[in-house]
Every structure is written in C-alpha cells, then in structure tokens.
C-alpha cells in the first residue's frame, strides 16, 4: 500500500481509546512500505500523544518515513494557503496536499475527511483518501 499518513492517522494507531483504533491498527497491518509523511504532521502527532519519543519511534521502525521539505516547496504552500485561508487550514494539511501532488498514486490517510474532500491537488483534482468508514 502505498500512502500518505496525516495526523489523525498516526493518533489513532498510536493510542489504543481513540475512536478510529480498530481502523487504523487494521490500515497498519496491510502497509507493505512505509508511509510517507512530514515533519509538521510528527509534530502535531507528538504534542497530541504527548510524546516525542513514541513518534520518533515510529519513523525509526519504519511505519512512517519522512518525504517533504517545506523549504524545497514554499511557493506552492504559499499558493495553497492564499486558495484555502477561509478553512485556516493547519501547516500539516497545506504539505499533505502538496505531498499528494508530488506523490499522485498516494492516498493520504486521514481522520479530516472534512477538510480534505475540499482540499484539491493541482486547484482540482481530488485527493484520493482512505478515512474510517463513519466519515465515508
């Protein structure tokens, strides 16, 4: 499987009472190569399990890998920021799509199926998303 993990994803696994564990415990046991992510998504990932180090542990054990450099791409977060500041979107949100423009055959994984059925990669092409089935 190849995709893209937000943070709703990676809480969700990591934390046992979440409402999407089942979900994402049964995503986690069908990835056959790491999940690409950024470094603002382990961010937010960290402050909501309160844990750096369970995060970290994560990228080292390969369930996740880093895949972005905001630097390398500043003028098309720029661009989607100004399309979609009615939804103040997070900065994790704004590398996802970008991410999914880089890496088309991705999914992204996410728990904001909301947000991300507005979301549009290259102004209008939908993200392709794997949510749990309550959001579907």
């Given at each position: 499987?190849?995709?893209?993990?937000?943070?709703?994803?990676?809480?969700?696994?990591?934390?046992?009472?979440?409402?999407?564990?089942?979900w994402a415990a049964g995503i986690a046991a069908r990835i056959t190569?790491?999940?690409?992510?950024?470094?603002?998504?382990?961010?937010?990932?960290?402050?909501?399990?309160?844990?750096?180090?369970?995060?970290?542990?994560?990228?080292?054990?390969?369930?996740?890998?880093?895949?972005?450099?905001?630097?390398?791409?500043?003028?098309?977060?720029?661009?989607?920021?100004?399309?979609?500041?009615?939804?103040?979107?997070?900065?994790?949100?704004?590398?996802?799509?970008?991410?999914?423009?880089?890496?088309?055959?991705?999914?992204v994984i996410t728990t904001d199926a909301a947000d991300f059925r507005?979301?549009?990669?290259?102004?209008?092409?939908?993200?392709?998303?794997?949510?749990?089935?309550?959001?579907?």
């Amino acid at each position: 499987m190849r995709a893209i993990a937000d943070t709703g994803f990676i809480v969700a696994f990591s934390h046992k009472p979440d409402a999407h564990h089942e979900w994402a415990a049964g995503i986690a046991a069908r990835i056959t190569e790491p999940l690409l992510t950024c470094e603002a998504v382990l961010a937010e990932s960290a402050f909501h399990l309160g844990s750096v180090a369970h995060v970290l542990r994560l990228v080292e054990t390969g369930l996740v890998q880093l895949a972005f450099d905001a630097s390398e791409h500043l003028a098309s977060l720029v661009r989607l920021a100004d399309k979609y500041a009615d939804r103040q979107p997070d900065f994790a949100d704004l590398c996802l799509i970008r991410m999914s423009e880089l890496f088309p055959r991705h999914a992204v994984i996410t728990t904001d199926a909301a947000d991300f059925r507005v979301y549009r990669r290259h102004q209008r092409e939908a993200i392709p998303l794997l949510v749990p089935p309550a959001l579907r």
